[in-house]
């Protein structure tokens, strides 16, 4: 089964390299450094590449030790974490490719099976979950500071434990980890309420601009590259905006539109019944049921225009 030929391509590894997607959020950082402080009790020789590491998880263990540069050409284990395909892989793709073995361990829906060996689970509300219960089916013995990296990855992408895809065993996880003395009250407000004053003014603009569409029934807001300038802020400071819409008693959908050098970015969120990942297909994104992107190759004119009509259709 996929669980025990990932377990020997681990094995009989040497060099190891771990890949999260492009933008990483907190799953992504903590599945990535779980995964690294594990295969570094194992005795491999493991880097794990982030070239844009957000300031936000300086907090987490280990997170000196991200490399943006990788030291070799060729590694005999590449593992992609919590990425969905090759165009989110964050770079350089091509060492994940060269690689003997390439594995995939993921939970989005639109995730296109792009490794040697895949290991998805599309229910799952993390990838961080996944891990945990790899690591426990592999007796790895899950440290303090590994358990820190995974509830952090959990945290993140259930929003504080409060998004529909938190299972039983997530919170068996989190009783668990407090257990070994790890700290979550700290951790949930170090990733997910703390911010710096630069995000507050990025969200402070983004709420201004919120439009109502459809009734109320979608929400619309953008920021621009200039609008990054003037605050000294990147794309890593931008996570959170999309929320704001959603929270919006009538809203279903809330769409969130950044400038990148080839168009716009759109991050789109869901409340009940919408599968944003479906909207976002169709601009070849892709994602989970309520939380999912794409890349629009327009003007905000017309990146606005073209998301907002084919989001319209998916409304009841
Ligand atoms: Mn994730």
Not at 91 to 110: G, Q, V, W, Y
Not at 148 to 173: Q, R
């Amino acid at each position: 089964m996929t669980l025990d030929d990932i377990k020997s391509a681990i094995d009989n590894a040497n060099n190891i390299v771990i890949f999260a997607h492009e933008k990483p959020d907190g799953d992504a950082v903590g599945s990535s450094l779980a995964f690294y402080i594990a295969m570094k009790n194992l005795g491999k020789n493991v880097e794990v590449i982030i070239p844009h590491f957000p300031e936000t998880y300086k907090f987490l263990p280990c997170s000196n030790e991200i490399k943006i540069e990788l030291s070799l050409e060729k590694y005999d284990l590449a593992i992609a974490l919590d990425c969905a395909d090759m165009k989110r892989l964050d770079d350089p793709k091509e060492i994940f490719l060269k690689a003997e073995t390439r594995i995939n361990i993921d939970h989005h829906t639109s995730n296109v099976m792009f490794g040697d060996l895949n290991f998805v689970n599309p229910v799952s509300p993390a990838c961080a979950q996944i891990i945990t219960t790899m690591f426990k089916y592999y007796k790895y013995d899950i440290s303090k500071e590994i358990a820190t990296c995974l509830i952090t990855g959990i945290i993140t992408d259930t929003g504080g434990f409060k998004y529909d895809g938190v299972t039983s065993e997530t919170f068996e996880i989190a009783s668990e980890f407090l257990e070994k003395g790890v700290n979550i009250s700290k951790i949930y407000k170090d990733s997910l309420s703390n911010i710096s004053r630069g995000k507050f003014e990025a969200r402070k603009l983004a709420a201004n601009r919120i439009e109502f569409l459809e009734n109320g029934k979608i929400t619309y807001t953008y920021i621009t590259k200039k609008d990054m300038e003037d605050l000294k802020i990147d794309q890593n400071d931008l996570n959170g905006i999309v929320e704001n819409g959603r929270d919006v008693q009538g809203v279903e959908i809330s769409i969130f539109l950044y400038e990148v050098d080839n168009g716009f970015k759109a991050s789109l969120r869901s409340n009940n019944y919408v599968n944003v990942s479906d909207i976002c297909l169709l601009f070849n994104g892709g994602g989970h049921i309520k939380a999912a992107g794409c890349t629009l190759p327009y003007s905000l004119e017309e990146a606005k225009e073209r998301i907002v009509a084919q989001s319209k259709r998916f409304l009841k």
